[in-house]
């Protein structure tokens, strides 16, 4: 079962490409959340159509700068995996923190509020779901579950930098500390006795950064006549999240 975080306002139709790839290299369950319902109306209703016919998407409302509700999402996430798995205490095992905002400007002109925005959607809404994915009492309690995995994502632009992003670039630089020291947190379970069952939760971050994706690919996912599941994606379009 995966949790995946999304919110951020690129064309649905790559978002849906994303989550296409991913289900026919995982073909895992999927839980969909966003702050922004109609944003994930739309994502929900393509993902659903394209989906391989034994995987589960289901969605949710969440801020992810709001705890409760951040938790309300890890259980829902786990109350599917439960349903749809053998294992008497099956939990979600994959987390995607892909939920990130920019308010753009020069260092002269950023509001604090821009700067709480961003800094509190892109840095603390991924430590918030860090936090409840890695609670030890749930941690202990999946059952046959060997392992996990977190993949957060950041950006290019927390090493380069960029003009009018001190903001974005802060927010994405926290998140290459927080998966560093969370991943070696993670890992230290390990170091456990052998006789417990807590599983390992890999931690990695990716940092894509602004490349350009030809249309071809949303005429040819979103064209009647191809199917998602063909498996085929054009060789010369490059995905970027």
């Not at 391989?52 to 996430?77: G, L, Y």
Request: charged content about 15%; glycine content about 6%; some cysteine.
């Amino acid at each position: 079962m995966m949790l995946f975080l999304r919110r951020f306002s690129g064309p649905t139709s790559i978002f849906c490409c994303f989550i296409y790839c991913t289900l026919q290299l995982t073909r895992c369950n999927v839980l969909l959340a966003d702050v922004h319902e109609g944003n994930l109306s739309a994502t929900i209703s393509e993902c659903r159509r394209i989906a391989p016919f034994d995987v589960s998407i289901e969605a949710t409302i969440c801020d992810v700068t709001n705890k409760s509700q951040v938790r309300c999402a890890v259980q829902k996430a786990d109350d599917l995996a439960l349903v749809n798995s053998n294992c008497a205490a099956a939990k979600a095992s994959i987390l995607v923190n892909s939920a990130g905002i920019t308010k753009d400007a020069k260092i002269s002109n950023l509001s604090d509020a821009d700067w709480d925005n961003v800094l509190g959607v892109n840095l603390k809404g991924t430590f918030l779901m860090c936090q409840a994915f890695c609670n030890p009492d749930r941690l202990a309690n999946m059952g046959d579950c060997l392992g996990g995995s977190i993949i957060n994502i950041g950006s290019i632009v927390s090493k380069c930098g960029n003009i009018g992003q001190v903001n974005y670039a802060s927010s994405k630089g926290g998140v290459v500390g927080l998966t560093r020291s969370l991943a070696k947190e993670m890992a230290s379970l390990s170091l456990r006795s052998s006789n417990e069952t807590i599983p390992i939760i890999r931690v990695n971050c990716i940092q894509p950064g602004m490349i350009y994706v030809s249309s071809k690919i949303r005429n040819y996912f979103l064209h009647p006549k191809h199917s998602y599941n063909d498996g085929l994606i054009p060789s010369n379009v490059v995905l970027s999240f």
